[in-house]
């Protein structure tokens, strides 16, 4: 197996264009676990690094793939700027950290994941907040779309079915990001003790109220504490923070064990929601990711209350993060459509992803389009191939 | 003498008529299927009403499984289909052609379910944009993107064109705010994409299928996110002296930070034209006016308000008014939602859509007034300028071929101009039939194949609103 790291745009699209076999897309490489594993040459994008772009007064980020996500989130919160969505590392929870020492997450890896954290119930996902691609598809073209002002609408908009395509449809070469200011203030309203169903409940109120909660999260008992947590975040200046927390403490007052974290103690937490980090140990365990309707989380939870196990929700109660000894793909997956959710594998040993569909079934013509639009990028099968579905 | 072309209809489908007539007879009520050439007059054109064109028939079936049948029939027999919501298009993208069949979905326009806990609310493809909003006011609620044609346009064609409108600047347009949609395919198969999370998991087709122009599938149904408004909302006005001056105000506020609900432009003929029609009290001795809102409580608008000031008064603000009741704020927008309106009355217009970094607007803005004046034409400036989507109406006398030449000219060199100083062509009309033939001016020919081939993948005889959006060339 070759690893190839092309210095240019062009060398890149010159490497897939002549390929004759399938090439393993990476960036880093510290979620190539995420995914069903796949063959061939690996072609990396951390040669193709650097900003290209940067007006912060106009709120637009523009990078070369390979660019470390780090140097673009340090550089711009040296403008007061920060991506929208809130992109989660996954080198713990992978256990990349140490495999790939000196290497860090790209931003093209970021955007090929679509990664997206807690903020995503306000601020969208990565693929809402990303403005424009440079792509070489699987002829090896280079090609363009999107741009870099936020409303645009001219043309297909391939951008967002490559955010979350996992290099299957196109090697990602450059990266436009729409960004948000810093808010002044962030700070986390908690309430201790409640139940699954109940805590759900107390945010839907919240997400229902005009506060903008920008995160919603909720930590059953014996993750971290001894108490559950029920964590609502308001991020905005500081006056209507004051103002927004009298305004919950009137709505939840019925609620005994009531406090407001700031600072580092806030930040800290929601790092820890974003990354896993409460179910990433013990390594060894099976992680599935479970997308729902916010109110459906506890209730497919209650189904699976025998397989063991812990959890937490994030999203209001929409992402439901698991972690099992052994995957239980059918009861999960079978609990997960019930409430019309879908699982997603997000962490397993090789063996276990190459036999169990990593990403949530299809119906018959979605997998039917899945196919023919891989095919309208990458007609011989060049990018990624099998990555997402086995055979695609 | 329109400049431009529409596909050569295909003399065996015209010749077929009949045949085809009665085959979606079988499938719809009497009632729901136009052929007389009186009642299909109605459909023949959009917003973009310089260009028409009479279709075989219109269909306005009443059901997912009647789209189907149809589709499934006009697949068969090689009938191109032009889906249709209200017709409200102004980049002439609901337009037919000869040789297609226009399905209308206005029959199904009715809520299927709400629900607050979890903020989504499902609903039929022909309803109004405003009627999702109109339907959970009462709670509180409302549903985000608000184009100026909301009052008639429906989510299908929204979701078709991606659809913006004055408040996307901290809401986001269409497709972020769209969780599932139900779609037929070309070939008549029913497909459900997303749902009512906020992943799916697999390719992001729900990405795709928003602003795709009608050229993937059929929505019938979507799931959208609805949110709960704010506790209050203030639009406040501000004058200037120069364009400059305001569009550096604008620049200004969003580099320091504060991300308003909504910031939109006029200039000084754009404020007569509105302020003769609305009445809402714009300020007459201004060049240009930017309308900024801030939403949430007193303390925090009080608050938010106070900077935006600070920030104007470095920019030599002239006038700053705030609206002292619900109906001076509703004045204001009334006058900036039929800005459109208002201008038809005084002269038939073309609005262009082009969106530019916001740093280059003062720019563009000058260069858009020597460009209509070197064609010895009028134009009006009202606009998103928040975030930079530009709406240029270029004014002319509709029976005057040379005088519409001009003004479609103008329009061209205006969008031309938007995409090279880092823009691009359309912010949320949408390309249709309009700027079709510009597309070579923002994307090489690899790029628009690339988007070709996708839409072969859903559609793969081409059958779906064609001539639309691509050089007919391709």
């Known amino acids: 197996m070759q690893t190839f790291t092309p210095a240019t745009e062009a060398d890149a699209a010159d490497i897939i264009r002549l390929a004759t076999a399938p090439l393993q897309i990476e960036g880093a490489g510290t979620k190539s676990a995420l995914g ?357 | 003498m329109n400049a431009i072309l529409f596909p050569i209809p295909d003399a065996n489908i015209l010749d077929k008529r009949d045949q085809i007539i009665a085959g979606l007879a079988q499938i719809v009520p009497f009632e729901n299927l136009i052929t007389t050439l009186d009642e299909r007059r109605a459909f023949e054109t959009d917003a973009l009403t310089a260009y028409r064109r009479m279709p075989l028939a219109v269909v306005l079936p009443r059901n997912t499984q009647e789209v189907s049948d149809i589709l499934t029939f006009c697949h068969a027999h090689g009938v191109k289909v032009v889906a249709r919501g209200a017709g409200t298009s102004l980049a002439g993208g609901a337009i037919p052609l000869e040789d297609s069949v226009v399905v209308g979905v206005a029959k199904m326009n009715g809520v299927l379910d709400v629900n607050f806990a979890d903020r989504t609310m499902k609903v039929q493809a022909g309803i109004t944009n405003l009627a999702i909003s109109g339907h959970i006011a009462d709670n509180g609620f409302f549903y985000a993107p608000d184009p100026s044609s909301q009052l008639a346009c429906t989510i299908g064609g929204n979701i078709a064109m991606n659809s913006g409108g004055a408040h996307c600047l901290k809401y986001g347009v269409t497709v972020n705010n769209i969780f599932g949609v139900k779609m037929v395919l070309m070939d008549g198969t029913i497909v459900d994409i997303g749902g009512d999370t906020m992943d799916a998991g697999g390719l992001d087709f729900l990405g795709l299928v928003v602003g795709s122009e009608g050229q993937l599938g059929i929505v019938t149904e979507a799931t959208v996110r609805i949110l709960r408004s704010a506790e209050g909302a203030r639009p406040v006005l501000f004058g200037f002296e120069g364009v400059e001056a305001a569009a550096a105000c604008v620049a200004a506020i969003i580099g320091e930070g504060i991300i308003p609900v909504a910031m939109e432009f006029m200039d000084k003929i754009a404020i007569e034209i509105c302020e003769a029609f609305a009445h809402a009290g714009y300020p007459m001795d201004c060049d240009a006016l930017l309308i900024i809102e801030v939403e949430g409580s007193e303390i925090e608008m009080d608050a938010q308000l106070a900077r935006i000031v600070a920030i104007a008064k470095q920019h030599g603000v002239k006038v700053v008014r705030a609206s002292q009741s619900a109906m001076e704020a509703a004045a204001i927008w009334k006058g900036r939602k039929s800005a459109f309106g208002a201008t038809g009355r005084v002269a038939d217009y073309i609005c262009m859509d082009g969106t530019v970094p916001t740093s280059q607007l003062s720019y563009v803005l000058k260069r858009t007034h020597e460009i209509v004046r070197g064609y010895g034409l009028r134009v009006a400036n009202v606009f998103h300028a928040g975030d930079g989507n530009m709406h240029p109406l270029i004014m002319y006398n509709v029976n ?51 988007q070709r081939r996708v839409v072969g993948a859903f559609d793969p005889l081409g059958l779906l609103n064609p001539g639309k959006v691509f050089p007919l060339d391709m």
Request: aromatic share 6%.
């Open chain 2, 400 to 450: 005057d071929s040379a005088e519409q030449a001009k003004a479609e000219s103008a329009g061209n060199d205006i969008l031309k101009l938007c995409v090279d100083v880092g823009g691009c062509l359309t912010g949320e009309h949408g390309v249709g039939i309009e700027k079709r033939d510009l597309m070579r001016h923002q994307f090489s020919n690899i790029d628009l194949a690339q």
């Open chain 1, 36 to 392: 069903r594993p796949c063959v061939g040459d690996v072609l990396r994008s951390t040669g193709l690094s650097g900003i290209t772009l940067y007006e912060p007064s106009e709120m637009v980020i523009s990078a070369r793939a390979g660019t470390p996500l780090a140097d673009i989130t340090d550089t711009i919160a040296a403008k007061g700027q920060m991506l929208p969505f809130e992109p989660m590392d996954f080198s713990q929870l992978l256990g990349t950290v140490d495999q790939i020492e000196g290497r860090r997450a790209t931003v093209g890896g970021m955007a090929a994941c679509n990664l997206s954290g807690p903020r995503r119930i306000q601020s969208g996902a990565a693929r809402d907040s990303i403005l424009g691609l440079r792509f070489i598809n699987g002829a090896g073209e280079i090609v363009k779309t999107g741009g870099r002002v936020m409303k645009n609408v001219t043309g297909l908009d391939l951008v967002k079915i490559n955010c979350g395509a996992f290099g299957t449809l196109g090697f990602l070469s450059e990266v436009t990001i729409k960004l948000l200011p810093i808010p002044q203030k962030a700070v986390t309203f908690v309430i201790k003790g409640l139940e699954d169903a109940e805590a759900v409940g107390v945010l839907a109120t919240a997400l229902g109220s005009p506060f903008e909660i920008s995160g919603a999260a909720h930590l059953p008992f014996g993750l971290g504490r001894n108490i559950s947590r029920t964590l609502m975040r308001l991020e905005n200046f500081e006056a209507s923070i004051t103002y927004r927390i009298d305004q919950l403490r009137k709505l939840f007052g019925a609620h005994k064990d009531i406090n407001v974290l700031e600072g580092e103690d806030s930040v800290r937490l929601w790092r820890g929601i974003r990354d896993v980090e409460f179910i990433a140990k013990p390594q060894a365990n099976i992680i599935w990711k479970i997308s729902c309707a916010p109110s459906n989380g506890p209730k497919i939870m209650a189904e699976l209350r025998a397989l063991g196990g812990t959890h937490y929700y994030d999203w209001g109660g929409g992402l439901v993060w698991l972690s099992l000894e052994a995957p239980h793909a059918e009861v999960v997956r079978a609990a997960a459509a019930r409430f019309g959710g879908y699982a997603t594998l997000i962490r397993a040993p090789e063996t276990v992803r190459a036999q169990i569909p990593v990403f949530p079934p299809e119906s018959v013509p979605l997998t039917a389009l899945t196919r023919s639009v891989k095919a309208s990028f990458d007609p011989r099968g060049i990018l990624n191939f099998g990555r997402m579905v086995e055979g695609i």
